[in-house]
């Protein structure tokens, strides 16, 4: 049994489907069950834990041999650093005596130690705690998520406009949730001795003005970038809804990002383009306008 924590995530539900493609039992994590009906419908047993509860998670874990774990992405509204440094703490307790033989974890391109360096330090801290630990432990460390840009798609429809932190000719690399779930499933079903750092990312890396290229195919208007000074960072997490605290920690991020990105040479290579991803959600936009999902 493969248990998978943050189940119903982008991330997390790629892996589901990718671990039951290949006909493994799989049990699927959430917080609200009523989320995950979907994955319980394509065969997956689904368990509702509050991921601060080590003991309920642990017993969890006890139900299977192998794990995916995933930190959830605090609420923008708190310290996002506290916040996700609790539940690397809790992670890591609750797999203490669960009798697993291995794991497979969810980390990130730029993962540092640091404080307020948005998710960068929360998972290198989940990074340090295997290390310490006796459970054989792969690192996935991921790309910028594709679905990042989600939230922006109907406001792009609209004005025509992509905001970004980043300027237009700056390359980032990224990833789809599709082929990280692909590829986490493969760490999964690996023997357990087979570990290590691994960095994974599209087939290719994409300038921001490529993202609005992308977009513009999609949703059939003409889409420019608007970057944002970096003066104006904090401001506009703000305006977003972040936390005086979370609008600093990802503003350091961001300027991490911009500044300092250190890039693997050689990372594993999703098959999912940026154009591919973006015409699959709108397919998908179109099966829920329409009913049908």
Same mark, same amino acid.
């Given at each position: ?5 943050? %189940?119903?995530?982008h ?6 489907r990718?671990?039951?493609? =290949?006909n493994?039992? @799989?049990?699927?994590?959430?917080? !609200?069950?009523?989320? #995950? ?12 834990? +509050? ?5 309920? *998670?642990?017993?969890?874990?006890? =139900?299977?041999r192998?794990a995916?774990?995933l ?5 923008? %509204? ?12 809790a ?11 291995? @794991? ?11 404080h307020? !360096?948005?998710?960068? &330090?929360? *998972?290198?801290? *989940?990074?340090? &705690?295997?290390?310490?630990q006796?459970?054989p ?6 790309? /910028? /998520?594709?679905s990042?840009w +989600? ?20 390359? *980032? ?5 599709? +082929? ?5 499933? &493969?760490?999964?079903t690996?023997?357990?001795?087979? !570990? ?9 890396r994409?300038?921001?003005?490529? @993202? ?5 195919? @999609?949703v ?6 608007? #970057? ?7 401001? #506009? ?23 300092a990105?250190e ?6 290579? &999703? ?23």
């Amino acid at each position: 049994m493969h248990i998978v924590l943050g %189940a119903t995530g982008h991330v997390g539900s790629a892996v589901v489907r990718a671990l039951l493609s =290949r006909n493994e039992p @799989v049990t699927a994590v959430t917080r !609200n069950a009523a989320h #995950a009906q979907d994955l319980r419908m394509r065969g997956a047993e689904v368990a509702e834990v +509050d991921i601060l509860d080590a003991e309920a *998670l642990r017993a969890v874990f006890r =139900r299977g041999r192998r794990a995916f774990l995933l930190n959830p992405p605090a609420d923008i %509204a708190t310290d996002t650093d506290a916040v996700e440094r609790r539940s690397v703490s809790a992670i890591l307790a609750a797999l203490e005596g669960s009798g697993l033989e291995k @794991v497979v974890a969810e980390s990130t391109y730029g993962a540092q130690p640091g404080h307020r !360096n948005g998710d960068f &330090g929360p *998972l290198y801290a *989940l990074e340090q &705690g295997l290390a310490a630990q006796s459970i054989p432990a792969t690192i996935q460390r991921a790309a /910028y /998520y594709m679905s990042n840009w +989600d939230a922006q798609l109907d406001g792009v429809r609209e004005s025509g406009k992509l905001q970004s932190f980043f300027p237009p000719d700056f390359a *980032l690399p990224m990833v789809s949730p599709q +082929d990280l779930g692909e590829t986490a499933a &493969g760490f999964m079903t690996e023997p357990a001795d087979r !570990n290590g750092v691994h960095y994974v990312e599209g087939p290719q890396r994409y300038r921001i003005a490529e @993202v609005a290229e992308a977009i513009s195919s @999609v949703v059939g208007r003409a889409v420019e970038v608007d #970057a944002l000074p970096r003066s104006d960072w904090r401001r #506009a997490y703000r305006e977003l809804g972040f936390s005086e605290a979370a609008a600093e920690s990802y503003e350091r991020m961001t300027a991490i990002t911009l500044d300092a990105a250190e890039l693997p040479d050689r990372p594993v290579r &999703g098959r999912m383009t940026l154009q591919d991803y973006f015409r699959t959600q709108q397919s998908r936009d179109d099966a829920v306008s329409a009913g049908k999902v």
